[in-house]
């Protein structure tokens, strides 16, 4: 499909002012197939040799002139205008449209995927097609609209001379369509390579502290360099195109020109042509070309505006892998009944989870816990349905997941992440970020003050209207989590999932997250995934998962009692608490 026919359902609505800008610039080159004929006039009226005549004939050509050329620069100014801002509406549009696609793509796109590559396609590409289509595009549409009328013209004036003019088109137009060809290539291996570029830029800026801790900027700018340098040379073959090609028409142009000159000067000495005439065969056959040398000199903007919809076009056909069924419905208000039944899970090697089965009646605070890499956050994403199982049912309130609207699923659950996720905003649109809803700063304050965090947020000059550094890094990380506990809470879901949330705390800042969390999971059905058992104790239920399955299953202090594979971790880790207690 062209990319043409692919923007097509983007230009719905802009039918009426298209159609302006098309009629400026039909009008606009009307203006410039009339431009050389007061000069023919005038050439024509001199060499006749009648002054007075000639002298009036001069001046009403020159007032035509001025004409001609004001209403030509107004009607380009006007298609100028219209395109930029219809290409301008259209590629937001596109941009949008990606950007909440790619939203949509499911955990698997993104775990393969690369952060800079995608950003380099959501602003870099839709960018690149929007810049394209007004500095490249909308003059090769005119010079193409300019050289239909003056073949029309030449051949009105002279179809034989017109004839001789013409013949390095079809040569010129092959050359372009296999140099172009080429160019196109070089393009698209550009485009990619800036894509890698983007990504490779991404990933360091997002781990500077850890590269500047190991001393690793060296290895990265050698990375970084390695892929602009190949980046480099894709660009170079690209201009070298480009430019033999541009070299190839003004060749053809003088051969063009040359061959023009000989016959057209025969026919005005034979009195076919008069000298006006041939002024303005010779000044038509250099707007002729014009088509064809302004494509050779845009070829390059034009082969990456090609290759950056393909890239484009390629991020909006892709499907999701987990999305609504056809015949998905609106979930129900949920209680919080969950129950996994059978569930089969791998990540493309080994089963995860093998037959797993786990029921939580609603409103109960469950702690899963086991080894790393074990299957316990993979319980939560096939909750959230980031994932769908392999085999087995997930059903809340005996209603499968799978046959409810994503949106409606996770509407109704809470979520805390080991990482929070915080934007480059107030701290009170953190907060509200998580209701999804409008909400007052009576309950932004309220939410706060649950997850205990209205105390560092009230010592701030600024309050709640701090800004957020990016990641959230002018803050500590227990009190990035709060601020997250602090959005679960705005929710007011039914079911909550916390996954690691007091991972890489010290133990003031833990003490202060389990605090938020007891008071968050209160009348919620809670799954909190952990390897800190003193916080799985404080939980209802302990599930210890083992070879993708439940292994040990009940209150803290039964499993203790049991003396299996939990007893032994609560000894492990409660010996190592110890040990850094002495030494600390």
């Known amino acids: 499909m062209s990319a043409l026919a692919r923007f097509r359902p983007y230009m719905r609505g802009e039918g009426l002012i298209l159609s302006g800008g098309m009629a400026a610039l039909l009008a ?27 002298g009036a004939v001069i001046g009403i050509c020159a007032a035509a002139l001025i004409a ?17 801002l219809v290409g301008g509406r259209i590629l937001t549009r596109v941009r949008s449209d990606l950007f909440a696609h790619v939203q949509r793509l499911s955990a698997d796109f993104h775990e393969k995927s690369r952060a800079g590559d995608i950003t380099l396609r959501l602003v870099g590409d839709v960018g690149m097609l929007k810049d394209t289509a007004v500095t490249a595009m909308l003059p090769l549409m005119g010079n193409v609209m300019v050289l239909a009328g003056m073949i029309g013209v030449m051949l009105w004036l002279d179809w034989r001379l017109a004839l001789i003019a013409l013949v390095p088109l079809p ?3 092959l050359a372009t369509r296999r140099v172009g060809a080429r160019i196109g290539q070089a393009s698209r291996a550009q485009r990619k390579r800036e894509g890698a570029i983007a990504a490779t830029a991404g990933e360091a800026l997002a781990g500077m502290r850890a590269i500047q801790a190991l001393g690793l900027e060296g290895t990265v700018t050698r990375m970084f360099a390695s892929a602009n340098e190949r980046s480099l040379t ?12 541009e070299r190839l028409v003004d060749a053809m142009v003088g051969v063009a020109t040359a061959a023009i000159l000989w016959f057209g000067a025969h026919a005005v000495i034979s009195g076919r042509l008069s000298p006006g005439e041939l002024l303005v065969f010779l000044t038509y056959l250099k707007n002729t070309f ?17 290759a950056a919809s393909d890239r484009v076009f390629d991020l909006l056909d892709r499907v999701p892998t987990v999305r609504d069924r056809n015949d998905a419905r609106p979930a129900p208000a949920f209680r919080g009944d969950i129950d996994f039944r059978g569930v089969d899970f791998g990540y493309g090697g080994d089963p995860v989870l093998r037959g797993l089965d786990l029921h939580i009646p609603a409103g109960q605070r469950v702690a899963i816990t086991g080894p790393s890499g074990i299957g316990k956050s993979t319980l939560l994403t096939l909750l959230l349905r ?30 805390v992440a080991q990482e929070p996720l915080l934007f480059s905003t107030t701290i009170a649109e953190n907060i509200a970020l998580g209701a999804g809803r409008d909400v007052t700063r009576a309950e932004i304050v309220a939410a706060a003050r649950l997850a205990d965090a209205d105390g ?16 959230g890094a002018n803050f500590s990380a227990g009190q990035r989590q709060r601020l997250a506990i602090a959005r679960a809470a705005l929710r007011h879901a039914p079911l909550l999932m916390m996954d690691e949330p007091t991972a890489g705390l010290d133990s003031a800042s833990e003490d202060a997250v389990a605090r938020a969390l007891a008071k968050l999971a209160r009348g919620r059905t809670t799954l909190l995934v952990t390897h800190n058992l003193a916080l799985a104790a404080q939980m209802d239920r302990v599930v210890l ?16 009692a049991q003396g299996g594979r939990y007893a032994a971790l609560w000894r492990l880790q409660q010996g190592g608490r110890a040990r850094d207690a002495a030494t600390g």
């Open 171 to 173: 040569l010129l137009w």
């Open 234 to 245: 894709d660009g170079v073959r690209s201009g070298r195109l480009s430019a033999g090609l």
């Open 28 to 54: 606009a080159t009307a203006m410039k197939l009339l431009e050389p004929w007061p000069l023919k006039f005038v050439v024509d009226s001199v060499l006749r040799g009648q002054p007075t005549s000639a």
């Open 68 to 84: 001609i050329t004001a209403f030509r620069a107004v009607f380009q100014f006007i298609a100028s205008t219209i395109f930029s």
């Open 386 to 415: 980031l994932r769908d199982p392999d085999g087995g049912t997930v059903a809340v309130d005996g209603t499968d997941i799978g046959t409810v609207t994503l949106e409606s699923l996770r509407r109704q659950i809470s979520f």
């Open 545 to 560: 998962l083992h070879g993708g399955k439940v292994a040990e299953d009940g209150p803290h202090d039964a499993l203790l």
């Open 290 to 306: 014009r088509p064809v040398r302004e494509y050779a000199k845009y070829s390059g903007r034009l082969a990456k505006a090609a």
């Open 456 to 471: 560092f947020i009230a010592a701030l000059p600024m309050g709640y209207d701090t800004q957020v550094s990016e990641r």
